[in-house]
Antibody, heavy 114, light 108 residues
Framework: EVQLVESGGGLVQPGGSLRLSCAAS????????MNWVRQAPGKGLEWVSI???????YYADSVKGRFTISRDISKNTLYLQMNSLIPEDTAVYYC????????WGQGTLVTVSS | EIVMTQSPATLSVSPGEGATLSCRAS??????LAWYQQKPGQPPRLLIY???TRATGIPARFSGSGSGTDFTLTISSLQSEDFAVYYC??????????FGQGTKVEIK
């Protein structure tokens, strides 16, 4: 069974950093395109980043230069390193598998506030 | 960046009635279009991919159509569990794979 479990969210001050993790089971992370998608409170979905199965990475303009997506094949885990956080980054962050994402985690809440 | 525009923002429908949701892309995305359903406190659920293919386990009352820039999600007869927010997303060529702003389907 495919499962995605995010962790690492929490309260952080503006300018701070967090690293989100997405532990995968039931499939190999490196064999699929893996996305991060976020949702600010009461708002819609925003695509954040992707790491292709081949390793190429892309980012939304809103996070480019501040966020880094990566994966650890040995741990079958996806990561999102978030630096220079701003209040507008406050959201539930989901990891999701593939372009048309049929598998999502339950999300982890990131709150950026002083 | 391709902009996805959904209409209407809110759709009021009585149970048993049909609903038609629209999604327009600012440039062609071919058939690389997905529809998701989201309920409060839950992650999105994939309904349709490839513009018209139902995902595993999705009831036949959900159907998708369109290609290029104009897409439609049709729910033939709304059940109580269908009242939710629906999003379209393109996954054409290069990212960003943007979402529409969502259509809320509410009980009339």
């Amino acid at each position: 069974e495919v499962q995605l479990v995010e962790s690492g969210g929490g309260l952080v001050q503006p300018g701070g950093s967090l690293r989100l993790s997405c532990a995968a089971s039931g499939f190999v992370v490196s064999g699929h395109h893996m996305n991060w998608v976020r949702q600010a409170p009461g708002k819609g979905l925003e695509w954040v980043s992707i790491i292709y199965s081949g390793g190429s990475t892309y980012y939304a303009d809103s996070v480019k230069g501040r966020f880094t997506i990566s994966r650890d094949i040995s741990k079958n885990t996806l990561y999102l390193q978030m630096n220079s956080l701003i209040p507008e980054d406050t959201a539930v962050y989901y990891c999701a598998r593939d372009g048309a994402a049929g598998h999502w985690g339950q999300g982890t809440l990131v709150t950026v506030s002083s | 960046e391709i902009v996805m525009t959904q209409s209407p923002a809110t759709l009021s429908v009585s149970p048993g009635e049909g609903a038609t949701l629209s999604c327009r892309a600012s440039q062609s995305v071919s058939s690389n279009l997905a529809w998701y359903q989201q309920k409060p406190g839950q992650p999105p659920r994939l309904l349709i991919y490839g513009a018209s293919t139902r995902a595993t386990g999705i009831p036949a009352r959900f159907s998708g159509s369109g290609s290029g820039t104009d897409f439609t999600l049709t729910i033939s007869s709304l059940q109580s569990e269908d009242f939710a927010v629906y999003y379209c997303q393109h996954y054409n060529n290069w990212p960003p794979w943007t979402f529409g702003q969502g259509t809320k389907v509410e009980i009339k």
